[in-house]
């Protein structure tokens, strides 16, 4: 359940509140004199991100082609020739 904090406008107090988020409109009705308090979360994300090779180990960790890799596989090699070669009429 979330933690909210409120404060009493006529004596100033600040105190913490558990209850459902379905539950906080309703108490806050109830309630007019507490305002709701804005509170940082309890925990942070920190760094630049998750990558695809942080939790593997071994060969797994080269899973993902590079892009050259995928766009050279979707494309013919230009350099190919037909297997079938041409015939010159002879006059």
């Known amino acids: 359940m979330p933690t909210y904090i409120f404060k009493n406008t006529e004596t ?3 105190f913490e509140q558990q209850m ?3 539950e906080l409109d309703q108490f806050k009705e109830n309630n007019p004199q ?3 308090m804005p509170t940082a979360p309890s925990f942070r994300l920190k760094g630049t991100g998750w ?3 942080d ?3 071994g060969n797994k ?3 993902a082609k590079s892009d050259n890799e995928t766009q050279s ?3 013919p090699d230009k350099k190919e020739k037909s297997s079938t070669p041409t015939k010159k ?3």
Request: net charge neutral; aromatic share 8%.
């Open 12 to 14: 100033e107090e600040i």
């Open 51 to 53: 990558y695809e090779t």
């Open 34 to 36: 507490l305002v709701q």
């Open 73 to 75: 596989s979707l494309k």
């Open 61 to 63: 960790k080269n899973i």
């Open 20 to 22: 459902r988020i379905s």
């Open 89 to 91: 009429e002879s006059s």
């Open 55 to 57: 939790f593997k180990t």
